[in-house]
């Protein structure tokens, strides 16, 4: 019952009013809501997200690399880097790496994405290998994307992504919510 008010209640918030569509025109998408996350919330996030295996190298000589212990979280124009525990097997591996990751707005509205800038690992036999081709961007448009019941139709809750903004202590993340009907999807 609260879910169901609660629904529509953002349904009411979100829908423009008929009277005023197209009335006012918008020239940067409007924000919702506002999330903050905290640097200690951020290596939370990334220590959840380990052990992390990555395979490196071919058939004849593979490599398992496994990710720990991500620490000393760094935030700065655009870019987010922290230590990391690495181990390999078979070949034995055991450094802290410092991976750079950057944010990029690739415009159009369409969201953000994360992507590895370096990962450089020296392992035994084989050399430094940077490992950033190993790992794909990391898209990021939607925060929650819900299939609800609204007075016993379908629709949909979709909370989109506008804006991150890297801070020195925290990521602030702007939000926009978006209710349809499941006929407008």
């Known amino acids: 019952m609260v879910r169901v008010f609660v629904f529509s209640l953002l349904a009411l918030m979100t ?6 569509a197209g009335s006012v025109p918008t020239t940067t998408p409007r924000e919702d809501l506002t999330i903050i996350l905290q640097s200690s919330t951020i290596l939370g996030l990334l220590s959840s997200a380990t052990p992390y295996e990555v ?16 620490r000393n979280l760094l935030l700065q124009a655009g870019r987010i880097s ?32 994360v992507v590895v ?33 609204l007075q016993g139709r379908p629709a949909w809750v979709d909370v989109q992504v506008r804006r991150i903004t890297l801070r020195a202590d925290r990521i602030d993340v702007g939000a ?10």
């Open 15 to 20: 829908l423009p009013s008929p009277g005023l």
């Open 55 to 70: 395979h490196v190298g071919g058939s004849l000589l593979r490599e398992t690399l496994t990710f720990t212990e991500p």
């Open 82 to 113: 922290f230590s990391v525990r690495c181990r390999g097997t078979p070949v034995a591996v055991d450094q802290t790496l410092r991976p750079v990751l950057v944010l990029k707005e690739p415009g159009g509205g369409a969201g953000y994405r």
């Open 117 to 149: 800038e370096s990962l450089p690992v020296a392992i035994p036999g084989l050399g430094t290998v940077d490992l950033k081709d190993l790992f794909e961007p990391i898209e990021i448009q939607s925060l929650l994307r819900q299939s609800v019941f």
């Open 176 to 185: 926009s919510i978006r209710l349809t009907s499941d006929r407008g999807r």
